[in-house]
DNA sequence: GACGCTATTGCGCAAATGTCCAATAAGCCC
DNA sequence: GGGCTTATTGGACATTTGCGCAATAGCGTC
C-alpha cells in the first residue's frame, strides 16, 4: 500500500469505515472489513486508532454530521420559515434513506454501551431538534406559524420523523416511504397549525434528487 | 440439573434468556450467559432451540408480548374512548421503562439482521398501532375525538411516542420522563383536536403504580 | 547513495461464539 | 429391580473477533 500522510490515512480509514458501515451495519463492522475495504492490513488500522470504539464513533460522526451540515445548508436557502422547513423534511427524507436510517437505529441501540457514540448521536440529535426549534421560532415570530412551546414541538417532529422512518426501516411494508413523507409533514402541519398541504414537497427545491 | 418436562424447561429457558437480554441487550447476549442464567449446560438450549434468533425471537416476543396484554387490559378498563386513551398513555410510559425501551432499542436495530426478531417486532409494532386506531375510531365515532384518517394518526401517535422514549433511553438527559409524558400526551390532544390537559395522567387510573 | 524515521505489513494470540455430539443420568413403565 | 426413553451434560470444533508486535519498506535528509 501506498504510504500516506497521517491525515490523509486517517480520513481514508474513517471513510473506509463508513462504507463498511453503510454496507453491514455498526454492529457488525469489523477491523478486517475496513482493512479489506482500503486494501490494507488490519494491523495499519490500530495504528491510528486506539480501539474500536473510538473507530465507530468517528466514522458515525462523520456520516450524520455530513447528513446534518446538507440539510442546514439546504434549510437556509429557504426563503422564509415555511419554506425552510418544506426544504428541511425534502433533505430529511434524502439523508434518511434506508443506509443512514439503518445506522442511526444501530447507534441508538449500542448507545447505552459505547459512550463515545453515545455522546456523538446525542449531540447530533439536539442539533437536528435546534434547526427545528429555530425554524418554529422564526415562524411564530413572524405571525405564520402557530406553537406556544417551540422546544416541545420541535422534539415532537423529530421524534415523529424518526419513529416513522424507524417502522419503515425496520419492518419494510408496515410503513412505506411515501408515508412517512405525507404522514410526517402532515403532523407539523397539525403540530403547528398549517393549513393541508403546506409543506408538501416543494418541486422546484434547490437540489433535488431524482 | 434436576430433570424438567419439556413445556417447564422451555419456559424456563425464555425466561432466562429475557433477564439476560435485559442485563446485557440483545446484541451482547450468549448461549453461553443463558445457560449460566439457569445454571445448566449450553446444550441443554440447543436441545429445545434450534438457533439462536429462534430463541432471542421468542424471549422478546414475551417480554414486548406481555407488554401489549398488560396495555390492552388496562384500556378496556376505560371508559370510552377518552379515558381509554388515557389509560393507554399511562400503561406505555410503564411499559416503556428503561428496560423495556431498551429492548425495542436492540429489536429495532437487530431487526435488519435476525429475520425472525424483525417479523416479531414487526408484528408487535403493528399491535400496538391497531390499538390506538380502534380507540380514535371509537372517539370519532362517537365524536369526541376529530381525525379524518385514524390509520395515519395512530401510526404517528405510535412513532412520537418510540421517538420520543427513545432520546430518554439512548440518551438519558436530552429529554426526561416527564417531558416524554408531557409531550406526547399533548401531542395527540393536538392531533385529535381535543382540550390541552384531556390526555393528562388519571390520577386514580386502576393500577397504577407509584 | 547511505541513513533514519515511521508508515505499513502480516501473522500470531487469546478470548468468545454458535453449533453439534457422544456420553451420562434421571424418571417412568413393566 | 430392569430396561427404555429422553432430558441433560460437558466438551470439541471451526470460526471470528480485537489487538499487539517484530519485521519490512517507503520517503525525506544529509
Excluded at 5 to 14: F, H, N
Aim: charged residues 20%; contains cysteine.
Amino acid at each position: 500500500m501506498a504510504r500516506m500522510t497521517p491525515d490523509d490515512r486517517r480520513a481514508a480509514i474513517i471513510a473506509a469505515t463508513l462504507a463498511v458501515m453503510q454496507r453491514q451495519g455498526i454492529a457488525a463492522t469489523t477491523v478486517r472489513d475496513v482493512a479489506a475495504e482500503l486494501d490494507a492490513s488490519s494491523g495499519l488500522i490500530h495504528h491510528y486508532m486506539t480501539s474500536m470504539d473510538e473507530l465507530i464513533a468517528e466514522a458515525f460522526e462523520r456520516a450524520a454530521g455530513a447528513d446534518l451540515l446538507a440539510t442546514r445548508a439546504l434549510v437556509e436557502q429557504g426563503q422564509g420559515p415555511l419554506e425552510q422547513l418544506r426544504f428541511f423534511f425534502d433533505s430529511y427524507s434524502r439523508a434518511g434513506d434506508d443506509f443512514g436510517m439503518q445506522l442511526w437505529l444501530d447507534a441508538w441501540a449500542e448507545a447505552a454501551r459505547r459512550p463515545e457514540l453515545r455522546q456523538t448521536s446525542q449531540r447530533l440529535n439536539q442539533a437536528w431538534q435546534q434547526l427545528i426549534r429555530s425554524i418554529i421560532e422564526d415562524g411564530v415570530r413572524i405571525g405564520v406559524m402557530n406553537c406556544t412551546d417551540p422546544v416541545a414541538a420541535a422534539w415532537r417532529i423529530l421524534s415523529l420523523l424518526d419513529g416513522l422512518h424507524l417502522q419503515e426501516v425496520a419492518h419494510g411494508d408496515s410503513v412505506t416511504s411515501q408515508q412517512v413523507t405525507k404522514w410526517s409533514r402532515h403532523g407539523a402541519e397539525i403540530e403547528l397549525g398549517l393549513a393541508e398541504g403546506t409543506l408538501a414537497s416543494h418541486p422546484t427545491a434547490p437540489g433535488e434528487l431524482t
